[in-house]
Each structure stands twice: as C-alpha cells, then as structure tokens.
C-alpha cells in the first residue's frame, strides 16, 4: 500500500530499538514494557517535568525508569524498530502524530518454531501512513517518523490491558522549544493542585536527579 499523497521514504537519522517484554509475577496478571520497566505514571506529568527542568530536560533520566523516556531532536528523521518477544499481538499507537508502516516482519504459528512463514512486507517508495499498527506475535515492524515540532507524545499498546499494565514508551521531543512555546493554562495547574498533583521538577518531583518518593519501578526484562 502506498500514501494517498505519495509522501517520499524517509531518510533515517536515528533508530530507536524497542523490544516487547511480559512478567507474569505471583497474582498471575501479566505486565508488559518496551524495555526493562512497565511503564507507570509519575509524580509529575512528563510534560510539566520537560518544562521546569532546564536543560536537564534533554536527559532522560529525569523522567524516571517508569516513563521509558527517549529524547528526541527537533528536525530528525527517526525508526522505530519494535519487536514482540511474545506469544500475543499488540496494536501500537503514537500519540500526537502519524508513521510510516516501512516494513512487516514474518508472522505466524511457524516463526515460534523456527519455520518458514509469511515472508517479511517492504514498502514502495510511498508507504502509507498511520498512528496505529499490529505487530504480530514472535515478528517486528519498522516505522518512521519526522520530529517537526517540540511535543510530549506516549506510544503505546492501544489494546486496554496492554496499556493498562505496562505497554508504553514517552517520546519527548525538542523540550527546549516546549519551554520556549508551552504554556500551560492556570486552570490546569490549580486542578492539578487540587488533587495534590505537583507541577514541577523531575519525575519525583524533586530537583536534578534525587528520585526520593517516587515508587520504585516494575521490572519486566527478567533475561
């Protein structure tokens, strides 16, 4: 299939390797990560910590090991290369934008035994374009996008228990143009106080890099 508009192929300036996790811990009710950590929400809203951080902004520890935080730069051209280490199929969503589907990785009861199955999908020149795709069980996929714009965007399992435990990577991007741009309306923050939420400072709320109160993190990545 090939974009409506016949958007080119983008050029890759960077590639982000994500990798579909699952721990079943005692209770028996799985969790998932695109890393080593199932995604959790912070102290503070990820996108009040890139814009109260200063430069500390663009280093990703700040945003705590629960948010699975990438920084991107304004103007790259960047490929997710996800994989799906088990045994379920996940339909990944990103928020705030749209990809390029640029490759399909084989599929099937037989990748699991190691046997020939439906051959990988390249795209033309033109792929298409969407914010939500499936990656198969045991395959991979390949998607492009172009960071055009400062943004705080979640991409993530859009089935709801994937989402609900674990399945999602932050994408912050150009927060030094968010600082510049972003204001966030009083009506936001005075709700957000009245609910004892904090507005500022790193994920724990805390200044620089001192995570002191914030949960510890589920871990996933057993291996």
Avoid at 111 to 139: I, W
Avoid at 206 to 223: A, K
Wanted: aromatic letters at 10%; one cysteine or more.
């Amino acid at each position: 299939m090939q974009a409506r508009d016949r958007m080119p192929l983008l050029p890759v300036d960077r590639q982000i390797v994500l990798s579909i996790k699952q721990f079943i811990p005692e209770h028996g009710i799985p969790y998932y990560s695109f890393g080593d950590y199932a995604f959790n929400h912070s102290l503070v809203p990820i996108l009040f910590t890139a814009l109260s951080m200063g430069e500390l902004a663009s280093n990703s520890s700040v945003y705590g090991p629960q948010a699975q935080a990438h920084i991107l730069q304004y103007g790259e051209s960047i490929e997710l290369l996800v994989y799906n280490d088990n045994s379920k199929d996940h339909s990944l969503h990103l928020h705030r934008g749209e990809y390029q589907v640029v490759e399909v990785g084989p599929y099937g009861d037989a990748v699991a035994n190691n046997h020939t199955a439906v051959e990988f999908q390249k795209s033309g020149p033109s792929p298409m374009r969407c914010d939500v795709v499936t990656v198969r069980a045991y395959s991979y996929i390949k998607l492009r996008f172009h960071v055009n714009r400062g943004m705080v965007a979640l991409f993530h399992c859009h089935m709801m228990h994937g989402g609900y435990f674990g399945l999602a990577a932050t994408f912050i991007a150009a927060p030094e143009l968010l600082q510049k741009y972003v204001k966030v309306p009083e009506e936001a923050i005075r709700m957000c106080k009245l609910q004892g939420i904090k507005t500022s400072g790193n994920a724990a709320g805390n200044q620089g890099f001192d995570m002191t109160g914030l949960p510890p993190p589920i871990l996933v990545n057993r291996e």
